[in-house]
């Protein structure tokens, strides 16, 4: 546990010295591996749509300023994905 703390102090002390870009783009690896994850991860039709219908819906609750707006994108987008997945099923 020691370890890992001394090497998040080191990792934040030199994050502070690194370019402003280079920081960014290192920061971003953060999401964009849980994406890459969470997208090799669906297997049926309702894991796509829900990542897809997410992947639209967040950045509009974000742009209103929506409270809780990760908690409504997994309720909304995971929901409407549901109903198609359902709608799918009952038509094939």
């Given at each position: 546990?020691?370890?890992?703390?001394?090497?998040?102090?080191?990792?934040?002390?030199?994050?502070?010295?690194?370019?402003?870009l280079l920081?960014?783009?290192?920061?971003?690896?953060?999401?964009?591996?849980?994406?890459?994850?969470?997208?090799?991860?669906?297997?049926?039709?309702?894991?796509r749509l829900a990542?897809?219908?997410?992947?639209?819906?967040?950045?509009?609750?974000?742009?209103?300023?929506?409270?809780?707006?990760?908690?409504?994108?997994?309720?909304?987008?995971?929901?409407?994905?549901?109903?198609?997945?359902?709608?799918?099923?009952?038509?094939?």
């Amino acid at each position: 546990m020691a370890a890992g703390e001394v090497g998040g102090a080191i990792g934040y002390s030199l994050a502070a010295s690194l370019p402003v870009l280079l920081t960014a783009a290192l920061l971003f690896l953060t999401p964009l591996s849980f994406l890459m994850s969470s997208a090799r991860n669906c297997l049926i039709l309702s894991d796509r749509l829900a990542l897809a219908f997410g992947l639209m819906v967040s950045p509009l609750l974000v742009y209103l300023q929506i409270g809780l707006d990760l908690m409504w994108t997994g309720l909304i987008a995971g929901s409407a994905a549901y109903g198609v997945h359902v709608v799918w099923r009952t038509l094939r």
